[in-house]
């Protein structure tokens, strides 16, 4: 059976489809994608996106057709300008709740954040675009210390959750924020049920079969919360046993493609593994020891094969090519091989690169 929950998601998180054509499409139908690494979640879009690039993103990150900013458990998350403001609104209080002990120990308490949010304000009105070290004058003339880098990121967060600011377009490789109701001046609204309901609609459809338990973790939702939206949706999803747990997603058309020889070479903190809070349906923990010193699958770049993680990979950056290094948890066969080598030979079409591939591959 977690084959078939593999396969489902591969196909639900359109992995094995490629059909979308914009950037923001393949957002606005995962609800959010998690980008504290910019380029890695640059390649999550592209490898659910028809014939990607990455300047096709970096362009619509830069026209603003996708934002990034502080969402959820609490990290950066690309989402759309339509879907902003409404996922704050759920998302930014348990946020806020999960960073209140550092607010504490940095000193940052209502008063203070008032008066930096109304000095990142005036500092940007007017449509600029600054870097987080041109706003740190604004907020010290404002009387609002921020040496302490810690501490200038949590005040930038926190006007990100307040939505006050959200990103602007890049400056080289340099982040820019600028004001949400400059960047996005008008979007949807949602009162708290609709907004729940179409939290989960999008959760469960973009990511299922998941449980509850899953939705939860995802989103950082309370559990009375993910239980309300998921009680609002239900009727229009399917339910299903497997392995006594109860699953939800959509009740849509399965592709015909054979997912045994397809191969993925995902990004760290990938949709497809980082949704979830059982992860076993993808990863078999007795890997982890040939995982990065860290230990933890989440930051790792993954190698799918038929749906499961069978090893990791790292690349390295040359002036014309890209260098793909696997670690394999074990060895692939022939056709398993000219799989890999075609992944990365898509990887590097992204980047516009030539791809290369280190051996050996076991």
């Known amino acids: 059976m977690n084959q078939d929950i593999a396969h489902r998601r591969l196909h639900n998180q359109f992995l094995s489809q490629q059909t979308f054509e914009k950037p923001e499409e393949v957002v606005e139908w995962l609800g959010a994608v998690q980008a504290q690494d910019y380029g890695a979640a640059k390649w999550a879009i592209g490898l659910r996106l028809r014939g990607a690039t990455d300047d096709v993103i970096e362009q619509a990150f830069a026209s603003g057709a996708i934002l990034r900013t502080h969402l959820m458990r609490p990290t950066w998350h690309f989402v759309t300008p339509a879907d902003i403001r409404w996922m704050l609104m759920l998302t930014a209080p348990r946020v806020l709740a999960t960073i209140a002990y550092y607010d504490r120990t940095l000193e940052l308490d209502g008063a203070t954040l008032l008066r930096s949010n109304h000095a990142l304000v005036k500092a940007l009105e007017g449509g600029k675009q600054l870097t987080r070290t041109e706003l740190a004058p604004a907020l010290q003339q404002a009387g609002i210390a921020c040496n302490n880098l810690q501490r200038l990121g949590h005040i930038i967060m926190h006007a990100e959750l307040d939505g006050i600011i959200c990103s602007g377009a890049r400056r080289g490789k340099q982040f820019t ?8 001046p008008q979007s949807r609204t949602l009162d708290r049920e609709e907004a729940l309901a179409e939290f989960a609609r999008r959760y469960f459809t973009g990511h299922g079969p998941a449980t509850l338990q899953d939705f939860v973790w995802c989103s ?9 939206g998921l009680e609002m949706v239900s009727p229009g999803l399917m339910r299903e046993v497997i392995d006594g747990q109860m699953y939800w997603s959509a009740g849509s058309v399965m592709s015909a493609n054979d997912e045994s020889q397809a191969m993925y070479l995902l990004p760290n903190y990938d949709e497809y593994i980082v949704s979830y809070t059982d992860r076993s349906a993808v ?6 020891e040939k995982l990065d010193s860290r230990g933890n699958v989440l930051f790792n770049h993954t190698i799918v094969l038929d749906g499961r993680i069978v090893g990791t990979w790292k690349r390295a950056l040359k002036k014309n090519s890209v260098i793909i290094t696997p670690t394999l948890f074990t060895p692939l066969n022939e056709t398993e091989t000219r799989a890999l080598v075609e992944a990365a030979n898509r990887y590097g079409a992204f980047l516009g690169l030539q791809a290369g591939i280190t051996l050996p591959l076991a």
């Open 283 to 288: 990863y078999d923990v007795l890997h982890t």
């Open 177 to 184: 924020y600028a004001l949400l109701d400059e960047r996005v």
């Open 220 to 228: 950082g939702l309370t559990v009375a919360d993910a239980k309300t």
